[in-house]
């Protein structure tokens, strides 16, 4: 089955709004990562996020290890933020050999 | 100014035919990667390199050849192209084990 499953598959928000992006897996990992992939395809790293929270600017990455989640928290969303939101994990005794979810399509309206 | 560099952007190649797909970075990392976008999937891991060593190869198919002439280059070699190795490929790199990963721009590779 899908180790990496996040949700919602996509989102529309209006400028301003905040979102909640959920990654949920299934297997013992060694470290959890979030992306921006833009619009082009080119993908930016957001965190390292292995466990509990981190915060970047209006981002906020939450790992709980027991609850095998990662959520990604944009406050005050722009339309600059419309992209895909990749989560992935590296599971444990690999390389940084990341399993990718399938991304969550998000679009902000003006 | 980008700092993991892959050429091409774009390639078109016909079946059959072998191409090299370049990738050098300029972030003194030690570990380098490569992983393949197809239409409507999810990224996925091919190949894992650390200091010029081959940590994990998760690609079936011995017509993906990973080659690291130097620290901060790996190229990959697809020989004998089929239509289904159409996709975006994307090279990463990483300081070292449990690090976090930046990632080339990709070629994007259409085999016809």
């Known amino acids: 089955g899908q180790q990496v499953q996040q949700s919602p598959a996509s989102l529309v928000l209006q400028e301003g709004e905040n979102a909640e992006l959920q990654c949920n897996f299934s297997t013992s990992l060694n470290s959890m990562q979030w992306f921006y992939q833009r619009p082009g395809g080119s993908l930016v790293s957001l965190f390292y996020n292995p466990s509990g929270t981190k915060h970047s600017g209006r981002l906020t990455s939450t790992t709980v290890i027991k609850e095998r989640r990662s959520s990604l928290h944009i406050s005050s969303s722009q339309t600059t933020d419309s992209g895909t939101y990749l989560c992935a994990l590296e599971l444990s005794g690999s390389f940084n050999k990341l399993t990718f979810g399938a991304g969550t399509r998000l679009a902000v309206c003006p | ?112």
């Open chain 2, 1 to 112: 100014d980008p700092k993991i560099i892959q050429k091409p952007k774009y390639l078109v190649a016909v079946t059959g035919s072998e191409k090299i797909l370049i990738c050098e970075q300029y972030l003194g990392h030690n570990a380098m990667y490569w992983y393949r976008q197809s239409a409507k999937k999810p990224l996925e891991f091919m190949f894992s390199y650390s200091y010029q060593k081959l940590m994990d190869n998760q690609t079936a198919s011995s017509r993906f050849q990973p080659q690291s002439s130097k620290k901060n280059h790996l190229d990959l070699q697809i020989t004998a192209l089929k239509p289904d190795d159409s996709a975006t490929y994307f090279c990463a790199s990483s300081q070292g084990h449990n690090e976090r990963l930046f990632f080339g721009h990709g070629t994007k590779l259409s085999v016809l």
